[in-house]
Every structure is written in structure tokens, then in C-alpha cells.
């Protein structure tokens, strides 16, 4: 039986309005006719909101939302809509149930506007407006990042092919820049590496990680997986300042999995050894992230790794490559035949999904489970992927 995933319609995925009152649905359907837009979705129930944001379609691009209307998905939805790095946008509409207080305590990239046209199709226009990504080769702007605390993380959900449980949250970097400019991971990350500031990067993200999922129902059941690069994974202290910044947040160890990244060749074979030994000797596995066709690093699976990661390229290629097909099954069988897991990244499609479970891999990742998601999300997106599994 194969998982079926709701696809939002191109309609579907421009404006929905969570709405009861019949004046702030007027209001909405007024502004957009006037900014010459689709009429918006209306939605009743914030459980319906929630389901159209984390489907594995297009997400909306915009939400107008009442705010008595949002009821305890208040968090969710400010957190999702508000996030910089995201694709949706919201629009709030206060009232005297709001439970997000009045306009000047709505939180970054959200919107107020009073239920009425004119304001209302000027705060969509406002929250419209895209902000470009302004990268930066200066290794000294991301040092003073990296102090004053801009570097967020997004968690995205790795699910067990099998079951479909949630078994893994991978915490991504992000730079949230103080002139309020995001920028991914490829903007900042190799930077960091080339500069030497690799260790401070890897230190900023476990310690944020760390703090914000700390609490197990944070973690929505599953472990944190952290990206590390090879020059820090081989440092003798890597135990060292893990443990100490696990202690300081009381994040439990257990539930931790670390990712050696393959930004950086490997020169030194039997010092990645003694790394991935120590590592295993304190509890801590390690897995080979974005494997590749015809990838030079085969020689990995000999190593104490605890699984392997197929990059979203090669798995890409799976539905439609035979070639791809026969790599990834043979890398499935080394890696199984050393006690490995094979996770597949770039799952966006049923088609893929079922590719991937053909070909025997163990978890998937990608957008036909989630989007990389704020912490304050994760329980929201785990409640609506629950749900969506009891009604296959």
C-alpha cells in the first residue's frame, strides 16, 4: 500500500482565509478582487489551515487570518508565517479574542491590518514583498553573526519508510542577518568552512538546537541529526564541547545523531576512524550524508558509520534511470550488509516515495514529508501528519 499525498491546486496555493466573521470575509474578498488576485481560500477550521500548509503541494503563499479564529494553533501558524526562510506570508486581522495581543506586538513578518479593504490590500501587498538574499564573501560579517546570535535552525523530518514515524529532525542551518536579510545554508556555510569559522558555526547551531528542543515533546518522538564538517568531526574535543553544551541544555544524549557533511575531501583515512570510534565509544552515531552516483567515497562503508544518506539527485533520478536504480540498490546492500540505515533525501512525490521503498531504503526525507520547519512547528506538523496517515 503506498502512501497517498494531497497535492494543493494552483488556485489553492495563493491566499487562504481563516475566517468566521462575515464582515472580515467581505473585507478579504474585496481586497483581493482589487489587487485583481484569485478570491481567497476560506477556511473555517485552523486544523484546515494547518493541513494546507504542511501538505506536500505548493504551500499558500499568503493567510489572512482572524486571529480569535486561530484557537491553539496560534503558535503554529505565527511561527510557520513568520519565518524569514519560509514561502507563506500572513495577514492578521485583530480583534478582541486576538490572542497575539494588538498591532504593535504582532512579531516579525507578520502583517496587521484592520478588517476593512483598503487596509487590507495594503498589508497584502506589504507582506508580499520579497526580500532578496544579499551574500556575503566577508569572513569577518559572519563572525560578528556568529556573535551576536543570528544563526537560526530549521528542523526537517525524516520518516521511517516502513511505518511512516517520524524517526530523525534535521537541524539545518540558517543566517538571519540583523538587516533582517535570510540567507541559506549555501550562502554562509561554505564561508565558514574556508575561513576557519567551521567549529563556531557547528557550536552555534547545536547549542540553538540544543535549547529549543530540549523538552521530548518538542522532539515530536524522533532524535536531532547535526551536520558536521569533516575538520570539526576529527577534532579531539568535539566530545568535549558537545557534552557540555548537551549538560547546559539538558538535551538528552540519546537522542542525538550527528551527519559528517561531504564538503571536504577525506586525506586522512585512520584519523576519521579514531573520530567515528570515539564518537560510537560515547554514543553518538554518525552518518555519511549525500552519497552520489558514482561517488569516490564507496570506500566510507568500511567505516564504523551508523548510516548513509543518498543524495536528492540520485534519488531524483530513480523513477526514470536504471542506471540510478542499480546504485542505489547496490548501495543499499553494502550498507545494510554493515548494519547500516540508507536514508533517501529529495522525497517530493508519491512516485519518488515509491521508488525509494522499491529499492529497499529504510527512511526518506524531503517535501513529500515537510519543509525544513521552525521548532515551534514541529508539533502542529506531526499532529496533521498523524492525521493524514489515520485517514489512508
Known sequence: MSLRFRSARSDEAQMLLLARDPHVISATRQAAKGLK?????????????????????????????????????????????SDPFGLTK??????????????GQMPPG?????????????????????????????????????????????????????????????GLARWQRRDDTPLSPDAFVPLAERSGLGRALSIAVAQRAFMELAAAPAR???A????LPLAVLVERDVLAWLKELLAATRFPP??????????????????????LERLRSAGFPVLVDDMEINDNRGWLLSLPF???????????????????????????????????????????NPRLWQAVAAAGVDHAQGYAIARPLPALALPAWHSAWQAHLRRR
Open 37 to 81: 488576485r484569485r478570491p481567497p481560500l476560506l477556511v473555517h477550521e485552523e486544523r484546515d489551515v494547518l493541513a494546507h500548509l504542511f501538505s506536500s503541494g505548493e504551500p499558500p503563499r499568503q493567510i489572512v487570518c482572524q486571529a480569535s479564529a486561530a484557537g491553539s494553533s496560534w503558535p503554529a501558524l505565527v511561527a510557520t508565517a
Open 90 to 103: 500572513m495577514v492578521v486581522i485583530g480583534d478582541s479574542a486576538q490572542p497575539g495581543g494588538d498591532e
Open 110 to 170: 507578520v502583517t496587521w491590518s484592520a478588517a476593512e479593504p483598503v487596509s487590507l490590500a495594503r498589508a497584502l501587498q506589504q507582506a508580499a514583498r520579497f526580500k532578496a538574499q544579499v551574500p556575503t564573501d566577508n569572513p569577518q560579517d559572519l563572525a560578528v553573526g556568529l556573535k551576536r546570535g543570528e544563526i537560526a535552525v530549521r528542523y526537517q523530518p525524516v520518516v521511517r519508510v516502513a511505518d511512516r514515524r517520524v524517526v530523525l529532525l534535521e
Open 220 to 222: 515530536v518522538g524522533a
Open 224 to 227: 536531532l541529526a547535526l551536520n
Open 254 to 275: 540519546s537522542a542525538l545523531v550527528l551527519e559528517l557533511t561531504e564538503t571536504s575531501p577525506v586525506l586522512d583515512r585512520p584519523a576519521l576512524r579514531r573520530a
Open 306 to 348: 551508523s548510516g548513509i544518506k543518498l543524495d536528492r539527485m540520485l534519488v531524483s533520478a530513480l523513477p526514470t534511470r536504471r542506471r540510478a536504480r542499480a546504485e542505489v540498490q547496490r548501495l543499499v546492500r553494502l550498507a545494510h550488509a554493515g548494519g547500516m540505515t540508507v536514508t533517501a533525501e529529495g522525497v517530493s
